[in-house]
């Protein structure tokens, strides 16, 4: 199909070519997100932002790709400064091509990072942005529980929540929470088998490939899906929800 969306991308490591190949495959938009691995100082990730603003934007653009932008303070990557980042959050949210933050959330579980996540979830619910949301993948129905705790403590809207690495293990919470389930496809997670035998219960989700260099990862995961359900049955308007219009809808783009 055309028009495939995939929601979260680290596109600060996607080399040129993989944005060609993702075009070739018919990905006409994504969301970038923020990742730097372990970032010391807030301007490390102010000038993270402002290569996925410029660099990344035009890359993608020459390959006939719209690139969103996510921004935020990713658990695995948290300066000791994080309060001068989290202040500096609320004008990056008025920059163009700015949709939300992301990724954001929890993936030890400690103190120091459910404090960086509430802050930036205060700000989210202050400017009506919306959140691409991390779950790692150890302790994930406590870890899913938990993030869901903190935003309802602060009265985040759900709809506003993209809960990210969705699976069969935390499916249920994510739904019951009203938050909008991330697919990522990968052979440690969801893989397109599983997505096809379960495709009714993550008709609600948005797809994505996740893709970073922090481990084995493939670029065309989501065009690769999509290809998949088509030629295993899959029910049209689910997949074209999934690969396309939920995130449309969503993210408003």
């Known amino acids: 199909m055309e028009g495939i969306v995939d929601s979260h991308v680290h596109v600060s490591l996607l080399p040129f070519e993989g944005l060609e190949s993702m075009s ?14 372990g970032a010391k100082h807030a301007e490390t ?9 410029t660099l990344s934007v035009s ?5 006939g790709i719209k690139l969103f932008v996510a921004v935020g303070i990713h658990p695995m990557g948290t300066p000791e400064d994080w309060p001068r980042v989290i202040d500096a959050l609320p004008s990056y949210l008025e920059m163009k091509d700015v949709i939300g933050l992301g990724e954001i959330g929890l993936h030890e579980g400690n103190r120091r990072e459910q404090d960086v996540l509430r802050e930036q979830l205060k700000v989210a619910k202050e400017c009506g942005a919306t959140v691409i949301i991390h779950i790692p993948p150890q302790r994930r129905t406590e870890i899913t529980g938990k993030t869901i705790e903190i935003a309802a403590a602060i009265g985040m809207e759900p709809g506003k929540m993209i809960i990210d690495h969705a699976g069969l ?9 009203g938050a909008i389930p991330g697919l990522t496809i990968r052979q440690d997670g969801l893989t397109p ?7 009714e219960r993550f008709r609600r989700g948005v797809l994505n490939s996740d893709y970073s260099n922090l481990k084995p990862c493939d670029p065309l995961s989501v065009p690769r899906t999509v290809r998949y359900l088509e030629l295993n049955g899959g029910s049209p308007e689910i997949i074209a929800r999934i690969a396309r219009y939920n995130a449309e809808e969503f993210l408003g783009i």
Do not use: E
Request: contains cysteine; hydrophobic residues 50%.
């Open 45 to 53: 990730l102010f000038d993270h932002f402002h290569q996925m603003l």
């Open 59 to 63: 890359n993608a653009s020459q390959n």
């Open 169 to 177: 293990d935390i499916i249920d919470l994510i739904d019951d929470f």
């Open 24 to 37: 070739l495959a018919g990905v006409r938009k994504m969301i970038g997100c923020s990742l730097f691995f």
């Open 193 to 199: 088998h599983l997505l096809l035998n379960h495709l």
